[in-house]
């Protein structure tokens, strides 16, 4: 059962107490001398983690346990004066006939004509193929039970006006990327595939009907189940989120492995994904198989370099999900820990190691390319504090160019803004009854700004909350 605010019987300090503020630097310019959409990254040079102001309380004041306008739970506490709605739960009957899925996880909010969309993922994995369980027509692979649904949102009442599957048949769809045209690329987070084997623990694992550990694109115009296509040249890995730079239609790629990469695919065609391409490996400049995960600095920049990956599709991901990583590291690759979550913002990618450094809660990091396709690699953020930040995951921008990074893990969860400035602050934290560890993911604006959507993973909850995010 969920309790109402009411139940609560007053307390509105429920969450705001014990967060902190946490300046990574001091000394940076003015927020205003920075362009929009752009971090400073390069002059983050230091880490004070004091931790000496309650969190939110020079800016937003205490997060207050809040009510849905449209079901009345009490599901989030947010700062004052914002409100939400609670769409697209697990199991709810849409708009096509299907039950809503659950493990509700990557998303991002499209203009379709004059129609507010949202693509989401559902991270629906299991260890062997199993007949019956696709949510929707047309499936990849009739054994598999993940794939996206597409939701079609009153931009006034924000809530659901039809919804069904957009993609059915793939398998653990946790994160993906939207692209310069109005696509969601959905991204698959195992690479199990048609053999059957047992694990290291004796589990039964693989016998699907086709293999998994691919990216699918899904027009977000798209009025009922795409045809799933595999995007092979893109790689068999287990992904999770990537973006597009829409001046040269390079896609950046996450993996989400202890040990594993940061890609790029260099396609033969803009805007033509399944045509083909490269897929490259990030290297650190002569400092061949260069480990981000401990004793770095923040502020510092690493020049980098990218080899290509020869085979990115090769069948022995059935049972070796870091094939494509292994491949690229004996060629110099550097190794990251667990990355998540990776968007694009005037020229630059930010992308989440949810448990890299020296604490493992985690490092937010900013890929700047160079006009010689090589680049630069800086950490912005590492949390050494887990009441500071525990474990990012996925992330968006807001429209002053400060980021809303969705916490993975930890004993609250909270959606936490990262600001130009290096200050972290909690906006959102998670209040629902008997889930209040469950992690927040999606997190995406309308195209107006006006809008947050966001996704409560389990047990499966959409919210749209509105308020000053022009603040933020």
């Known amino acids: ?186 991204c698959e987070e195992t690479t199990l595939g048609t053999e059957q084997f047992k694990n290291a623990a004796g589990q039964d694992q693989g016998g699907f009907a086709k293999p998994h550990g691919y990216c699918f694109e899904v027009p977000a115009a798209a009025d009922k189940p795409v045809q799933p296509v595999p995007l092979k040249a893109m790689g068999r890995f287990v992904h999770e989120a990537l973006a597009v730079d829409p001046k040269t239609g390079v896609v950046y790629l996450t993996e989400d492995k202890e040990s594993c990469g940061f890609y790029r695919f260099i396609p033969k065609k803009k805007r033509q994904l399944a045509a083909g391409g490269r897929l490259q490996i990030l290297c650190v400049q002569d400092q061949p198989r260069f480990d981000t995960r401990m004793g770095q600095k923040i502020g510092a920049s690493l020049p980098v370099r990218w080899v290509d990956i020869r085979e990115p599709d090769p069948a022995r991901a059935d049972r070796d999900p870091i094939a494509v990583f292994k491949e690229g590291y004996e060629s110099g690759a550097a190794t990251f820990r667990r990355l998540e979550g990776c968007i694009h913002g005037n020229g630059k990618i930010f992308f989440t190691s949810t448990s890299g450094g020296e604490k493992k809660l985690g490092q937010v990091w900013e890929y700047i390319p160079d006009a010689k396709g090589d680049g630069s690699l800086t950490l912005l953020a590492e949390p050494t504090d887990p009441l500071v930040m525990n474990n990012p995951d996925t992330l968006c921008q807001t429209r002053q160019g400060n980021l809303l990074i969705c916490e993975d893990n930890g004993a609250s969860i909270h959606l936490q803004l990262l600001t130009q400035s290096g200050e972290i602050t909690s906006v959102v934290k998670n209040v629902m009854k008997g889930y209040e560890t469950r992690e927040f993911a999606g997190v995406t604006f309308s195209p107006d700004g006006q809008t947050l959507f966001m996704n409560l993973q389990v047990p499966g909850v959409t919210f749209a909350i509105w308020g000053q995010w022009d603040q933020m």
């Open 1 to 186: 059962m969920i309790k109402t605010l009411s139940e609560l019987k007053g307390n509105k300090a429920l969450s705001g107490l014990g967060r902190r503020s946490f300046l990574l630097h001091a000394g940076l310019a003015s927020v205003g001398a920075v362009a929009v959409n752009a971090f400073r990254g390069s002059e983050i040079i230091g880490a004070v983690a004091n931790g000496l102001a309650p969190a939110n309380a020079a800016r937003f004041g205490p997060l207050i346990p809040t009510e849905t306008t449209n079901t009345h739970e009490l599901l989030l506490a947010l700062p004052d004066g914002f409100q939400y709605t609670a769409i697209g739960k697990t199991g709810k009957k849409m708009w096509d006939g299907n039950l809503t899925p659950p493990e509700h996880d990557g998303m991002w909010a499209f203009q379709v004509r004059n129609q507010l969309r949202l693509v989401r993922n559902h991270e629906v994995g299991h260890p062997i193929g199993k007949p019956g369980v696709a949510i929707g027509e047309n499936p990849y692979d009739s054994l598999a039970g993940g794939g996206t649904t597409t939701l079609v949102i009153d931009p006034q009442t924000r809530e659901i006006v039809r919804d069904f599957v957009s993609l059915s048949g793939t398998l653990v769809n946790c994160a993906g990327g939207l692209t310069p045209w109005n696509s969601w690329i959905s």
